[in-house]
């Protein structure tokens, strides 16, 4: 199985900050990322596919990058809106897996 | 949109089907999954299934749950069976994009529904 790590786990910063978290996968998954931000009692949201393309309607803020094992998403001048728990997940091979997430928080 | 509707409080080694109704798009002519949330907890996969109708599990739930789906219903199943206290989550589903067999993310996801497994 593909194992897949987050970090920081957590994450606290100011509006308006550069935030980058980073994911990464126990062997190569090629491009095969998603990135999703969940807030408390929603569903999760595709933010990011394919490691490095914006889903339709994402704020240009966000960015993804990587492929191998390491990847990144990177949110420019963070926003209110943007503190939730962010999960990256591999779609190379079953069993299909989640990051742990990271929480962004207030400072 | 996607709707799940099923959930609720359920002994050990109880039974229970949950459902995701699809409006918008036809749900046997895509992929389809589950992902389950224990409270307070990350995200995990549970299982997919192909529009040809091939299914993939997580091991955890391997041989207890059956995803399926209705065409003429336009909604997604899971039969979980043989229940366990650390099914205890929140199920989502999910539409599934892809490039052929490439899964690329899940695009589409409902609201969720409850799942407790208590006696």
């Known amino acids: 199985d593909i194992q897949v790590t987050q970090s920081p786990s957590f994450l606290s910063a100011s509006v308006g900050d550069r935030v980058t978290i980073t994911c990464r996968a126990s062997?190569?998954?090629?491009?095969?990322l998603a990135w999703y931000q969940q807030k408390p009692g929603k569903a999760p949201k595709l933010l990011i596919y394919a490691a490095s393309t914006l889903q339709s309607g994402v704020p240009s803020r966000f960015s993804g990058s990587g492929s191998g094992t390491d990847f990144t998403l990177t949110i420019n001048s963070l926003q209110p809106e943007d503190f939730a728990t962010y999960y990256c997940q591999q779609l190379y091979s079953y069993p299909l897996t989640f990051g742990p997430g990271t929480e962004v928080d207030i400072k | 949109l996607l709707e799940e509707s099923g959930g609720g409080l359920i002994q050990p080694g109880g039974s229970l089907r949950l459902s995701c109704a699809a409006s918008d798009f036809i749900v046997t002519s895509n992929y389809m999954t589950w992902v389950r949330q224990a409270p307070g907890k990350g995200l995990e996969w549970v299982s997919i299934i192909y529009s040809g109708g091939t299914t993939h599990y997580a091991d955890s739930v391997k041989g207890r749950f059956t995803i399926s789906s209705d065409n003429s219903k336009n909604t997604l199943y899971l039969q979980m069976n043989s229940l366990r206290v650390d099914d205890t989550a929140v199920y989502y589903c999910a539409r599934v994009s892809h490039y052929g067999d490439s899964l690329r993310d899940f695009d589409i996801w409902g609201q969720g529904t409850m799942v407790t497994v208590s006696s």
């Open positions: 062997q190569g998954i090629s491009t095969f």
